[in-house]
């Protein structure tokens, strides 16, 4: 069995690539992967991860877990799919000594014990620190954003050390990452990717998020374009989308308003920057499927 963990990051898609897997959840489950409810093993799932570190996992810890998550027999399951931005750990204790998500690695590596015949993959969205560190600091109790971040410099920020700290702690399980800010670009090849459908398969819900940034004339011409245009590739499908958000984009949606004493435009731009070098590095990561618009 293929087991494929989402796993976040936090301020990212917002449970929407989660919603537009159930769309196709039938579609999935011709196929023989499996989507169950969130609700059905967040909270177990936590539960056995915690568990998991205190002993090893028995002959019938993973059976245990399946039957307690899954409406169909395990065996009728070739892949599982599962989300989790809370994986790692909740936003308000995301950052320890100036790295975030400090537990990831030994995390995975549970994961993997309670899977230990599966192939487990790991799905992750980044997203640019000038944005997403606001973000995620608004979403704490915390009143310090020093407190936040335990201290931490956010010109030191890099996504890199998460990966290479979960491809050292956990070797054998692969990552695909994508931007968060490219997710309307490729939301379909997202989609397909953690269902492993073929490229060439309509799936529901391919453009939701294009249509939540797009004005409703430039969607209608949008989607008139791709019915006189039915056998684009991904690279020209991403071409075109740019084209059209460059004329009919609703502006408010894509400006983002951070309000955090101290964070000048010059100190955004400096993480942004950071975070573009940073991609650089990601990509070069042995085990790491970095997904570019």
């Not at 087991?3 to 579609?27: E, M, P, Q, R």
């Not at 996992?57 to 989790?84: H, K």
């Not at 791709?226 to 009919?248: C, E, G, W």
Request: charged fraction near 25%.
């Amino acid at each position: 069995m293929q087991v494929i963990l989402h796993a976040g990051s936090h301020c990212t898609d917002d449970g929407k690539l989660l919603s537009t897997l159930f769309k196709n959840k039938d579609l999935l489950s011709e196929r023989r992967i499996a989507l169950p409810k969130p609700r059905a093993y967040r909270q177990l799932l936590s539960e056995t991860i915690k568990a998991l570190s205190k002993r090893p996992a028995g002959p019938d810890t993973r059976m245990a877990f399946l039957d307690a998550i899954l409406d169909t027999e395990a065996q009728d399951v070739n892949r599982l799919v599962l989300q989790n931005e809370n994986f790692f750990c909740v936003p308000k204790i995301a950052f320890k000594k100036g790295q975030i998500y400090p537990t990831a690695g030994t995390r995975v590596a549970r994961l993997t014990d309670l899977f230990p015949e599966d192939e487990v993959e790991l799905f992750l969205s980044i997203r640019n620190p000038a944005s997403h560190l606001p973000a995620m600091y608004a979403s704490t109790p915390h009143d310090s954003f020093i407190e936040f971040v335990d201290g931490m410099d956010p010109r030191d920020f890099k996504w890199s050390d998460l990966l290479i700290n979960i491809r050292q702690t956990a070797p054998n399980v692969p990552i695909t990452v994508w931007c968060n800010e490219d997710t309307p670009l490729i939301w379909g090849e997202l989609v397909r990717e953690i269902a492993d459908l073929p490229a060439e398969l309509p799936i529901e819900g391919e453009f939701d998020l294009l249509s939540e940034i797009m004005s409703s004339e430039g969607m209608t011409r949008f989607q008139s374009y791709l019915t006189s245009h039915p056998n684009m590739s991904a690279v020209q499908l991403r071409r075109v989308i740019t084209a059209f958000l460059d004329k009919y984009a609703i502006e408010d949606m894509l400006e983002e308003e951070i309000d955090l004493p101290g964070w000048t435009e010059d100190l955004m731009d400096q993480l942004t920057q950071s975070y573009e070098a940073d991609l650089v590095t990601i990509d070069s990561i042995p085990g790491v499927t970095l997904l570019m618009s």
